[in-house]
């Protein structure tokens, strides 16, 4: 009922994006009713200054500490001036002057609104931004939203950031193509940083790999302009783990390249490791192709082969795909198999794993049909979004009118079971 009230009354499109918007159409951007290969333009500039060539995004958020990063058209001394709702101003400077700028804010108070602006050469650069600090309780309330294939530049991708900024996450992940078409630095700034930029200054955001985002230099352009958690067996951030209150959320790379994850690849061993070594409550995956889906792409029989029985064994709860550009829910599954569908959509202590695939963020949408195992479908461009509280989680998808078209809720009885 709170999610059906808040955004009834409160979803507005800003002046901001409504401003984007004329701007991306007066630049020729009808492309999102067509082919993803026409998404290769740009969209309006975002929240830069003269100054700023891209960001600031944060990373790395944690209860004590943020990590601001951008880049300047000119080498810079760069600082990043902050200060809590009723403090005094700090200044924190960079290592060294240069375009590329990443500056740890460390020592700060868990679940604290913050606000900072960035300095070049001690002089004040582009507006005054703001975040909050993670909840230092395990049981804080959490909510994240999780978009994908969205990263077209074109006016549907501001509309999903419309509504994820609406909904105030406090994360946001993706599930990848998040830079159509082919992953290349031009395309990393038009249709990423600058469609972005309203959102990353002050929500940190955790992309998975998508197939289009892998297209050019197997990634590097994508993945060299973002600072995420590093895995210990390659130390990339191909793929990756972090926490957040009760969560875990672990992040793979499965995109035509990295398909196979078999046994012996050092993903997969990461990932078993990854899966024994944590305690949270709810364990949240994410990556691109997924393993079941009733759309154009349909099944990954081999995804499911391999890894389905990890799923099962470790209960990770719900699974986050895209690559499809639609929505869909299954019921729980468990070796292949629904289970306890009759709860649906209120479910306690299901036995299997959900999976959701959330690929309508954007670029054109697919149709899809309904086999038996799906609990939910839509074709409809849209965002999910998770409110984890304690031992409850409760899945709203939300269209661009704020209509929240699915729900489901989870309750474990006995936290920290696993699943
Ligand atoms: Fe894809």
């Known amino acids: 009922m709170y999610l059906i009230s808040r955004w009834n009354e409160d979803l507005k499109i800003s002046w901001f ?16 009713g067509s082919d993803e290969s026409e998404y290769t333009g740009g969209g309006a500039p975002g929240d830069f200054s003269g100054d700023i060539e891209r960001g600031p995004q944060l990373a790395l958020a944690s209860t004590r500490s943020m990590t601001i990063a951008w880049r300047s ?94 909904s105030q996450p ?16 031009r395309e990393v700034r038009q249709n990423y940083f600058i469609p972005m930029a309203s959102l990353i200054d002050h929500v940190p955001v955790y992309p998975t790999l998508g197939n289009h985002d892998v297209m050019t230099g197997n990634g590097s352009p994508f993945l060299d302009s973002l600072y995420l958690p590093v895995n210990d067996a390659d130390g990339s951030e191909r793929f990756y783990s ?31 490791r990854d899966l024994q070594s944590t305690a949270a409550t709810w364990v949240i995956c994410y990556f691109h192709h997924p393993l079941y ?20 064994e470790y209960g990770v709860d719900v699974v986050l795909s895209g690559h499809d550009h639609t929505y869909q829910r299954t019921y729980p599954i468990r070796g292949g198999l629904v289970l306890d569908g009759q709860m649906e959509p209120n479910y306690t202590d299901p036995q299997g794993t959900m999976y959701v695939v959330t690929g309508g963020g954007g670029a054109t949408l697919y149709g ?34 704020g209509a929240v078209f699915d729900r489901m809720k989870i309750i474990k009885r006995v936290p920290g079971d696993g699943r």
């Open 293 to 312: 889906s009733d759309s154009s792409h349909g099944d990954g029989a081999l995804l499911q082969i391999r890894l389905g029985p990890l799923f099962d």
């Open 170 to 185: 406090d994360l946001v992940l993706t599930t990848g193509d998040n830079v159509y078409y082919s992953g290349s630095a």
């Open 17 to 32: 994006t409504m401003i984007l918007l004329a701007a991306g159409l007066m630049a020729g951007l009808s492309g999102c």
């Open 368 to 401: 899809l049909w309904r086999s038996q195992r799906l609990a939910a479908g839509e074709s409809r461009r849209h965002v999910v979004i998770f409110d984890v509280v304690g031992n409850e989680l409760n899945l709203s998808a939300v269209d661009y009118n």
């Open 73 to 166: 058209f000119e080498s810079t001394e760069p600082a990043v001036v902050y200060w809590g709702e009723n403090g005094l101003p700090s200044t924190r400077r960079g290592d060294r002057p240069g375009t590329e700028h990443v500056i740890e804010l460390d020592g700060l108070l868990p679940d604290t609104a913050y606000f900072y602006q960035l300095q070049h050469d001690g002089r004040s650069v582009g507006e005054v931004h703001n975040f909050r600090t993670a909840a230092d309780a395990p049981d804080a309330a959490i909510r994240f939203g999780v978009f994908g294939d969205f990263g077209c530049g074109c006016p549907a991708q501001y509309e999903s950031i419309g509504v994820l900024k609406d």
């Open 242 to 272: 972090f926490d957040r209150g009760n969560c875990h959320f672990i992040s793979l790379e499965v995109t035509d390249r990295a398909e196979d994850l078999a046994p012996s690849s050092q993903q997969y061993q990461w990932l078993v």
